[in-house]
């Protein structure tokens, strides 16, 4: 099969961390990496709705001339930030049949989400309210909400849980990948 992977990072969040690392090493295909220059070190007031807006212009500017009807597979992966962007993206670029997985999507993504959108959130996430999403599970049946882990998916000073947790969430995403319902996409 051929298939083309798409990373959007968040902001402080790049395609070599943990989640976006594992899920590029162990999903077969060709992949693109994105990467935005928020210089957030160097400005840190940048208000996340600018981030975003930075990073769908570098998206779209990198995307938007590539031929992807000579895939028979893609697959956006996104983190924080980079949620919105792919969601907002499949809808503009017209990939209905792009397979997202969201981690820590952000509220800004929600009204962008579809049924067959792999979702990993946690009620303490301080960038969503997941209470939005759990009401409205029956919607997104590859929703995962976990309790007590923030936006990084990790548990500060607890490296076994983190490791554990990162395992779980790349096992969950390549399960959906090779059982999720293909026929339901568009």
Not at 54 to 63: D, H, P, Q, S
Not at 78 to 107: D, H, M, Q
Not at 140 to 153: A, N, Q
Not at 177 to 185: C, G, H, P, Q, V
Request: contains cysteine; glycine residues 2%; negative net charge.
């Amino acid at each position: 099969m051929n298939t083309l992977k798409i990373f959007f990072p968040g902001r402080r969040y790049s395609v070599d961390r943990s989640y976006l690392y594992f899920l590029d090493k162990y999903i077969d295909g060709e992949s693109i990496y994105l990467e935005y220059d928020f210089k957030r070190w160097s400005n840190p007031s940048l208000c996340l709705e600018d981030n975003i807006k930075m990073a769908y212009e570098v998206a779209l500017k990198k995307l938007e001339n590539i031929d992807f009807s000579k895939y028979n597979e893609i697959i956006f992966i996104a983190k924080s930030v980079g949620t919105v962007v792919a969601a907002k993206l499949r809808n503009e670029l017209r990939l209905f049949r792009a397979r997202l997985i969201l981690l820590t999507p952000l509220t800004e993504t929600i009204p962008f989400l579809r049924q067959t959108d792999f979702i990993v959130t946690s009620f303490k996430d301080e960038y969503i309210d997941a209470s939005v999403l759990k009401e409205n599970e029956n919607r997104f049946p590859f929703l995962t909400i976990y309790k007590d882990v923030h936006h990084s998916l990790e548990f500060p000073n607890d490296l076994k849980r983190t490791i554990d947790l990162i395992y779980e969430i790349v096992e969950l995403a390549l399960n959906y990948l090779d059982t999720a319902y293909k026929d339901i996409l568009e």
